[in-house]
């Protein structure tokens, strides 16, 4: 149902399941991570009247796990991007996840808590998590590069499945995973490469 990119690094599709309505991505070495993006993937749409409360919480043995809102995701804007470079470990509010799981020091969590459309209009996101403010043409450059790669990895097959074809090609996904990460990578440093 969602997807989680780390900006320029990871994407993730296989959320983990906690409760009937409540999801959880890990983040290994979140630490040089400024940005993640959360996404639906387009299978499965939030019921009527209902959207993703997003939320990111430190490991933080020190205070346990503290959890902070960024923001939300709805069947009408499915995806967000959020800055967590400027959260702070051992600051956070009340949160939908109860007691989850001790993670090891360096993996943070993204979690993403179902709730009703009322709810998350009465709920204040963290300050400094605010979305980013890109120009339409980068949004668009960013979703078409996640179009892409969730429409190429939804044929995604082991090389175990694989039945010899010799008409057909197979491009590795490390293959189009790293051609979006270099096109990232060129979009932040001039938005208008593509045109010399």
């Not at 290994?28 to 993703?52: C, R, W, Y």
């Not at 109860?98 to 179902?114: E, H, K």
Request: with cysteine; proline share 7%; net charge negative.
């Amino acid at each position: 149902m969602f997807g989680c990119l780390v900006a320029g690094r990871l994407v993730q599709t296989d959320a983990q399941q906690v409760a009937n309505d409540k999801f959880i991505f890990n983040l290994p070495d979140f630490e040089s991570v400024n940005h993640v993006v959360v996404f639906m993937l387009g299978t499965v749409p939030f019921p009527a009247g209902m959207g993703g409360a997003v939320y990111f919480s430190f490991p933080d043995p020190n205070c346990g796990q503290v959890w902070q809102l960024l923001g939300f995701i709805t069947n009408e804007k499915p995806s967000a991007i959020f800055k967590i470079s400027g959260l702070k470990a051992g600051e956070g509010g009340v949160h939908p996840f109860g007691v989850m799981p001790a993670q090891a020091p360096s993996v943070a969590q993204v979690g993403v808590s179902v709730e009703t459309l009322d709810q998350l209009a009465q709920q204040t996101p963290a300050a400094t998590s605010a979305v980013s403010t890109l120009d339409t043409f980068t949004q668009f450059t960013q979703k078409m590069l996640e179009s892409l790669y969730n429409f190429t990895s939804s044929f995604a097959i082991t090389q175990a499945q694989m039945t010899p074809n010799p008409s057909e090609m197979f491009i590795p996904a490390s293959s189009i995973l790293k051609w979006y990460e270099n096109f990232q990578r060129r979009m932040q440093q001039n938005p208008y490469f593509w045109k010399t």
